[in-house]
C-alpha cells in the first residue's frame, strides 16, 4: 500500500480494555495496529458473510484479538473492541 498510514482512534469501550491491559499486551496492541494502518485490509472481514461489512476487520495474534472499522474517507480505524485472553 502506498501513502500515509490511517490514523487509529478508539471507542470509550476499547480505550478503557487499552488502559486495563498489561505493558506487554499493550505493545501488541500497538504493533498490530501498526501493521492495520498501513494496510487496513491485511487483516480478516469480521464477517465474510456480510457483503456490506467489508470495511469491519477482525485482527487476532496469540491471546489477542481485536476489533476495527476502516473509515475510507477520512483514512481512519477506528477500535471497536480489544480481547485479551491473559
Do not use: C
Amino acid at each position: 500500500m502506498t501513502g500515509q498510514p490511517y490514523a487509529v482512534g478508539f471507542s470509550a469501550p476499547a480505550a478503557k480494555d487499552l488502559n486495563s491491559l498489561p505493558e506487554h499486551a499493550e505493545d501488541t496492541v500497538w504493533d498490530v495496529l501498526d501493521a492495520a494502518a498501513a494496510d487496513p485490509w491485511g487483516f480478516r472481514q469480521w464477517n465474510a458473510d456480510d457483503p456490506e461489512g467489508e470495511d469491519v476487520r477482525y485482527a487476532s495474534v496469540g491471546q489477542l484479538s481485536l476489533t476495527y472499522w476502516v473509515n475510507r474517507p477520512l483514512r481512519r480505524l477506528t477500535i471497536l473492541n480489544i480481547v485479551w485472553l491473559g
